[in-house]
Structures are given as structure tokens and as C-alpha cells.
């Protein structure tokens, strides 16, 4: 167990439809990042989060926005969606700004139909 | 920016057996780390390691840095070891990871 904790496990939903994926980080760790793997794109860093400020995107999509909240834990949301944004988004965290040492949270599958 | 592979795509063994996977990567780092994502999809960290060397029980891991490569070793492998292992690197100037593509190993009985 890593101290990461993701919610819900999987999601299930309908193209056009609007998630939120939720994550809390370890106990003092202040910084947050969001994750995607997919069969086709691997494991991408889509944004990260250090103290509720946000600090780098990577390759997130318009449709996709993220926060980090006063008390550190974080939301993904995913609107708009598509038969492809179908992924594994992971939750890491880390002490500070620059790592050093990222931990995964278990991940929320999300299936779009 | 940074590229990193991973070598080989696929291994096959007998349990018991011992395994080398490689990663290189294209420029300077700050930080590498070494996962194994199990059949449940969990990642699980394995080694932060730079630099130098480690090694935690039946696994250990080298990372060359003036040479950009890493390099963890399995020995006595489980059939608990299968699974898909990733090596991922931050470089200068970034803060987040970027993933080689994997190896999946998959250890028979």
C-alpha cells in the first residue's frame, strides 16, 4: 500500500458524459500529478499540482481540468468523453516540488461505452 | 523531449531463473524509479535510484548516469514476479515522469 488512495476503482459511463476521478495524497506529501495509460499512448503525465497551485501540464486535453484542494486532495475531471479517453488514470504523489520519489495510487479504470 | 527505452519488449522464464532488464534514456536526469505493475494494474515501486546501486531481497537495480542507463536484475524469479516493469525518469527542468514503454515478463512454473 502506498499511502495513495484513488476513488472509485471503475467507472462506467456513456460518451458525452462528465466524471470526476478523486485522489488523496500521502500523509505530507504536497505535491499531486494525474496519470493516463492506455493500450495505444502508454503512461502519460497529464498535470501536476504542488500546494493547491497548479505547477505543469503535460499532455491533458481541453476537455479534461484538474485542482488540488486546501486540505491537498485532488479531482480530475473528464467531460465530454470519449470511446477513447477509455484508460487507467493513476494519482501520484510526492514530498515536494521535484519528487524526489513518486508513489501510485491504485488507479480508477474508467470504461466509456 | 526525453526518450527512454526499454529492453526487451517481452522475457519468458522458468521460475527460478534469473533475468537482467535494461533502460536507457537520452539525456541528464534528476530522479529514475523502477516499477512493476502487477495483473491488477497496481504499480508498485519497486527502486528510486539515480544513481549508483540497490538492492531490496531478490531484486537490485544499477543506474549509470554518466552513461544513461539503469538496469535491474531479478534473481530466483516467482511466478509472483510477472508482470509488466516500467522504468521512468524525470529529467532537467521537468518534475514528472516519463515512462519507457515496459517490459513484460511473465515467469512460468
Known amino acids: 500500500d502506498s499511502g495513495v488512495t484513488q476513488t472509485p476503482k471503475h467507472l462506467i459511463t456513456a460518451t458525452g458524459q462528465r466524471v470526476t476521478l478523486r485522489c488523496s495524497p500521502r500523509?505530507?506529501?504536497?505535491?499531486v500529478y494525474w496519470y493516463q495509460q492506455s493500450l495505444d499512448q502508454g503512461l502519460q503525465f497529464l498535470i501536476h499540482?504542488?500546494?493547491?497551485?497548479?505547477?505543469a501540464k503535460g499532455n491533458i486535453l481541453e476537455r479534461f481540468s484538474a485542482q488540488q484542494f486546501p486540505d491537498l486532495h485532488s479531482e480530475l475531471n473528464l467531460s465530454s468523453l470519449e470511446l477513447g479517453d477509455s484508460a487507467l488514470y493513476f494519482c501520484?504523489?510526492?514530498?515536494?516540488?521535484?519528487?524526489?520519489?513518486?508513489?501510485f495510487g491504485p488507479g480508477t479504470r474508467l470504461t466509456v461505452l | 523531449g526525453i526518450q527512454v527505452e526499454q529492453s526487451p519488449p517481452d522475457l519468458i522464464l522458468q521460475e527460478g531463473a534469473n533475468s537482467t532488464l535494461r533502460c536507457n534514456f537520452s539525456?541528464?536526469?534528476?530522479?529514475l524509479q523502477w516499477f512493476h505493475q502487477n495483473p491488477w494494474g497496481q504499480l508498485i515501486n519497486l527502486f528510486y535510484?539515480?544513481?549508483g546501486t540497490k538492492q531490496n531481497g531478490r531484486l537490485s537495480a544499477t543506474t549509470v548516469a554518466t552513461e544513461r542507463y539503469s538496469l535491474l536484475y531479478i534473481s530466483s524469479s516467482q511466478t509472483t514476479d510477472s508482470g509488466v516493469y516500467f522504468c521512468a525518469v524525470v529529467d532537467t527542468g521537468r518534475r514528472a515522469l516519463t515512462f519507457g514503454s515496459g517490459t513484460r515478463l511473465q515467469v512460468q512454473p
Open positions: 535510484i539515480p544513481s
Open positions: 499540482y504542488y500546494n493547491g497551485e497548479e505547477r
Open positions: 500523509s505530507g506529501d504536497l505535491s
Open positions: 539525456d541528464s536526469v534528476n530522479n
Open positions: 501520484a504523489s510526492s514530498v515536494g516540488l521535484a519528487g524526489p520519489e513518486q508513489f
